[in-house]
């Protein structure tokens, strides 16, 4: 028995063995098998067929046995259609799937958690709407149900997680496209009867505005498949947006809300949204229905009340200084939104900020198309506290200034673009309404600013404005002219102001403040038409007035006369025009064809005036100094007894056309005129302000009287030798420059009688060198001097204890001379002077000729040659002025003159008669109170011989005298006078006549003011009437002494022998106390 059973359990162990062999190779067989390429394969196979694209598993399986039975599918793609650009629709990494065996054993299907690694899925929206997302091919015969068989007990999925997925969408119709990253998706345990715990996240990042969202969405997901419903409950989703170029570096908008859906209608409730960031609160709900169909969502905002400096701040390029306590304190914001698939809608807006509210409606439809709708109106903005905001900007580059763009970046970009182009692009239908506004004095009520597609494209206007205490309106209107050219717009304003007070302008001008006075101005009109805003520009035609009344000014300016300080204007009107100018206009400016008038009269200084412009300007935004103007004519007129210095009416007229940049500049015209005097004159420039700059002109003065420039200036004419003097004048001169050489010609100038021609020519600006050329014919200077300037016979005598003008120089204490020592230095001038006749202080000569230089601020007067009385003058002279000193030398010889000539031209008589030389060679200097003799040093020598003298006859021609003396005639009669710092000695005088030879010793002095001077005469005999009385005492008889001593201005002369021999002295000497006073006045 026992060995039958120890049989029988051999038996079962080699059973089980066997069993167990056969279990294990077929568990490995099925293991090898799953694992192999057949499987795969045939996968692919039914899933390629299935979705009608081409399903790959590019790893074969990898089987999991214990405790989980499972499987991991490698990395899986889902081909894309052909009319896509990408190669793979759907990648997946890897898919885990595991079951429990245990449970399995017993009936029960226990899923562990299903993962699903990395999928990415790309999507495109065709342009008829439809999507290219695969869909699985259902066969017609899988709609006959078949009864479900129950394999297991329960079953139940611990849950789904996806890890990293990627979706990207492309609208091929609008060309939008968006890229959602990193989303993840993890589930709760999924069981019969339970809702299905979730929770989404995922990133979104758009290229628009370089936008980035991270979003979380959770919630319970209830679902049957018998009943076929699907609810979700307790969800909430979580929201964190970013922007650098709309909120800002590092900001972000973060926002939360629980929702509530009812998918059978198709409805979700949004509850508790809560929006925060960029330091905003904001606060709300929202409904959306027919989720399925036509989505309408609704809702409402509101912000809790927040800083607006701190939310400004981020929109700004500084931020707004907290100190800026009485402005941006508080602000609020609420609206009402309305979203469907056609439109969204903006209504009932509030933003409040201060004190001011904002309200306002705004509505976008159709987005493939968009419209926009919009209602905005303010009702009171008081802008003075926020004007310090407009300064922030000049802190942007840290210095106080703000950055300077170049011209070219400055250019505007749509300055060339069609306004019925941008109409189109921006297709809009709104208004903007101000209530009131107020800013530095303005305020303005009903201010409305209007935008539609056509044909009113905008308008502007001012119900009513004021300014201190004057009104004004104002509207401007842009519309197209359906009737005209396509596409053209039409600009069209009109405006007033109301006379205002002057003085209440808040004007910030040194040397200019207002006492007094109203302005009005009005607009007439402002018009232009055209394409593009350039054009508009371009052809901007404008009417304007301008008048004021009653003003009261005071100007400060310097260079402003003494009359002119207070000024008081009766009425001043100024009209300006401009329309576009014609012809060719350079690229980079703007032409324009100016007409403006002015006109006005004063009441102090008593006076009026009268201007205009007309002509082409064309200028520069970018080149202020780019200006050019183009056949202009400005006229300008004024008079009146106030006008500081010109006492008549005086007339200006310009006209001609000039260019800044290229130096161009000519003048067909200049004229000035006052009563009789008509100055004229043109000029052609060409490249001034260059190296080669070149011009000509020509300036006229018709003949006319000197009385009328007299009257002009209110002056008297100056009492003269003359009393014909300073009668006509004319001119005729023309200039020339070419490079660096100035040519000024004067063809003929002429006062009185005296005539002269000129040539001026300046070569090199940098080192100017002058060289001239003069003419001069008939030139009597003593004409022309004052009356007692020489003190000589036709001298006025002044009236008895008045002091003359002479004495009152001579008295006055000057003041330091300042000669111009840099300018007078860089002189450098060379020429030559002719003149057919001169005269000057009673010398006259005829025929003279020099050669004059001033170099090193001295004048030079050289090769002097010309006739003087008869005789032949030569010489030169050298004039000085340096560091506030004159200094003077000169040599000057004169030969064969006639005294008698030169006395009877000098002092009106020929008192000395005779064939003369004489030589002049003196040298000294002078500043103001230094005086010339003082420093004088040279000498005089002069021979006459052959003539004769008589200085006791009188003067008046109509009183006879019986007894009247005769001329001593003598053969000679010479001296020399030497001296050194003002002080001279007399040597070497001789003189012989028939009846005395005499001799002279001494000297005088004029610092000193003293004179001691001898002359000693030996009679030889005496005239016929006297010897019978005489020649008893002739041997007794041996000379006559004349002393001449004390001040050199009132010396005292002494004859010493035959002092009782009066008529005798008289015959033979000529009195000599008369005759040395006569030659002290003549000489010095």
């Known amino acids: 028995m026992y060995s039958v059973l120890l049989r029988v359990k051999k038996l079962f162990w080699i059973l089980f063995f066997i069993f167990d062999f056969c279990l294990l190779a077929a568990v490995v067989g099925g293991v090898y098998y799953l694992e192999s390429d057949e499987p795969r394969i045939a996968l692919e196979g039914i899933l390629s067929n299935k979705l009608d694209r081409e399903v790959r598993f590019h790893d074969n399986f990898t089987l999991i046995f214990y405790p989980w039975l499972g499987v991991d599918t490698g990395p899986v793609t889902v081909s894309a259609p052909k009319d896509s650009n990408s190669h793979h629709q759907i990648t997946v990494e890897d898919i885990d799937l595991k079951i429990r065996l245990i449970p399995l054993l017993s009936g029960d299907l226990e ?107 959770k919630g319970l997901l209830g679902f049957s498949l018998k009943e076929k419903q699907l609810s979700l409950s307790e969800t909430s989703l979580a929201l964190k947006v970013k922007s650098d170029e709309l909120l800002g570096k590092g900001e972000a908008v973060e926002g939360i809300a629980s929702l509530d859906f009812n998918l059978v209608k198709g409805m979700i409730d949004v509850k508790g949204l809560v929006l925060r960031g960029a330091g905003l609160r904001l606060s709300g709900s929202a409904n959306c229905t027919d989720i399925y169909h036509a989505p309408d969502f609704r809702g409402s905002l509101k912000s809790t009340r927040f800083d607006p400096k701190k939310v400004f701040s981020r929109f700004t390029p500084i931020p707004i200084p907290m100190d800026f306590n009485d402005i941006l304190n508080t ?148 519309a197209f002219d359906e009737k005209g050219a396509q596409d053209v717009v039409h600009l069209n304003g009109y405006g007033a102001v109301s006379p205002f007070s002057l003085p209440r302008i808040p004007l910030n001008v040194d040397g200019l403040k207002f006492h007094a006075g109203r302005a009005a101005l009005k607009l007439n009109y402002l018009r232009s038409s055209g394409r593009t805003p350039g054009e508009l520009v371009r052809n901007l035609k404008l009417d304007s007035n301008l008048e004021g009344n009653g003003v009261v000014a005071d100007l400060g300016f310097e260079g402003v006369p003494k009359e002119l300080k207070k000024l008081r204007v009766k009425r001043a009107e100024m009209s300006l025009k401009f329309s576009p100018l014609a012809g060719d206009i350079p690229k980079g400016l703007v032409g324009r064809k100016i007409d403006l008038n002015l006109s006005g009269s004063f009441l102090e200084p008593q006076g009026k005036f009268e201007g205009s412009f007309n002509g082409g300007l064309l200028c520069s935004r970018f080149d202020p100094s780019n200006v050019e103007i183009r056949q202009g004519t400005l006229k300008l007129s004024l008079g009146g007894k106030g006008v500081p210095v010109l006492k008549k009416d005086v007339s200006l007229i310009v006209s001609g056309s000039g260019a800044v940049k290229s130096g161009r500049l000519k003048l067909n015209k200049l004229a000035f005129k006052s009563g009789k005097i008509d100055l004229q004159g043109n000029i052609d420039a060409r490249r001034l302000g260059e190296e080669t700059a070149s011009a000509k002109g020509v300036l006229k003065l018709p003949e006319v009287a000197c009385s009328e420039f007299f009257d002009l200036l209110g002056v008297d004419k100056p009492e003269t030798q003359a009393d014909d003097a300073f009668d006509t004048v004319s001119l005729d001169s023309s200039f020339q420059l070419n490079g660096q050489n100035l040519t000024y010609r004067v063809n003929k100038v002429s ?125 030169k002279l050298g004039l000085g002025l340096k560091n506030g000193t004159v200094s003077l030398d000169t040599d000057i010889e004169v030969r064969t003159f006639q005294a008698g000539l030169f006395f009877a031209d000098y002092v009106g008589r020929d008192c000395v008669r005779g064939t003369t030389d004489a030589s002049l060679k003196l040298k000294g200097h002078s500043t103001a109170n230094i005086d010339f003799v003082n420093t004088m040093t040279g000498g005089l020598a002069f021979k006459v011989i052959d003539g004769s003298y008589l200085f006791v006859a009188t003067a008046e021609k109509d009183i006879k005298e019986k007894k009247a003396p005769s001329p001593t005639r003598f053969s000679i009669m010479s001296g020399v006078v030497n001296g050194k710092d003002g002080k001279f000695n007399v040597g070497n005088y001789l003189l012989k006549t028939d009846y005395l030879t005499a001799t002279a010793k001494g000297g005088f002095s ?17 005239p016929n009437l006297y010897l019978e009385l005489v020649n008893a005492f002739l041997d007794a008889i041996t000379g006559v002494n004349v002393t001449v001593t004390g001040r050199l201005s009132d010396p005292k002369v002494e004859v010493k022998g035959l002092e009782r021999w009066e008529n005798v002295l008289g015959d033979v000497l000529g009195l000599p106390e008369q005759s040395f006073m006569f030659f002290r006045k003549l000489i010095f």
């Open 111 to 217: 899923v562990g958690t299903i993962i699903v690694d990395s999928p990415s899925l790309h999507i495109d929206r065709r342009k008829d709407g439809s999507l290219n997302l695969p869909m699985f091919d259902t066969d017609a015969n899988t709609g006959k149900k078949k009864d479900r068989i129950s394999y297991f007990n329960s079953i139940t999925v611990r849950g789904v997680s996806v890890l990293n997925a990627t979706c990207s969408y492309n609208d091929m119709g609008s060309g939008n496209s968006f890229k959602v990253s990193g989303v993840n998706v993890r589930t709760g345990l999924l069981r019969k009867g339970m809702p299905l715990a979730f929770d989404l996240s995922a990133m979104l990042e758009t290229d628009l505005l370089d936008l980035s969202a991270k979003t979380e969405f």
């Open 331 to 478: 602000a609020s914001f609420e609206m009402d939104f309305h979203s469907t698939l056609q439109k969204t809608e903006l209504s009932n807006m509030v933003l409040a900020v201060d004190e001011t509210v904002v309200k306002g409606d705004f509505s976008l439809k159709d987005y493939r198309h968009p419209w926009l709708e919009f209602d905005v109106r303010a009702d009171t903005i008081i802008f003075d506290p926020y004007a310090k905001l407009l300064d922030l900007e000049k802190n942007i580059n840290g210095n106080g200034t703000v950055a300077k763009a170049e011209p070219e970046s400055q250019k505007n970009m749509l300055r060339d673009m069609v306004i019925a182009d941008l109409v189109k692009k921006i297709p809009c239908n709104g208004k903007v309404e101000i209530d009131h506004f107020a800013y530095d004095g303005i305020k303005l009520d009903q201010v409305k600013l209007a935008v539609s597609p056509g044909p009113n494209v905008a308008g502007f206007s001012i119900g009513k404005g004021s300014y201190l205490d004057g009104d004004f309106k104002l509207a401007v209107d842009l």
């Open 751 to 875: 006062l009185d009688e005296a005539e002269a021609e000129a040539t001026f020519q300046i070569t090199s600006f940098k080192k100017p060198v002058l060289k001239f050329v003069i003419k001069g014919d008939r030139v009597d200077v003593d004409r022309f001097l004052p009356p007692d300037a020489m003190g000589g016979p036709g001298a006025k005598k002044p009236e008895k204890n008045k002091e003359s003008g002479f004495q009152k120089v001579e008295n006055f204490k000057f003041p330091e001379w300042q000669f111009p020592d840099e300018l007078l230095g860089s002189i450098n001038a060379t020429g030559k002077v002719e003149c057919n006749y001169f005269r000057i202080f009673d010398f006259a000569g005829s025929k003279l000729s020099a050669d004059v230089d001033m170099q090193n601020q001295v004048i030079g007067i050289h090769n002097m040659k010309g006739k003087f009385h008869e005789g032949n003058l030569a010489g």
């Open 1006 to 1022: 004029f610092p000193n003011d003293s004179i001691n001077l001898q002359v000693n005469a030996d009679i030889i005999k005496l």
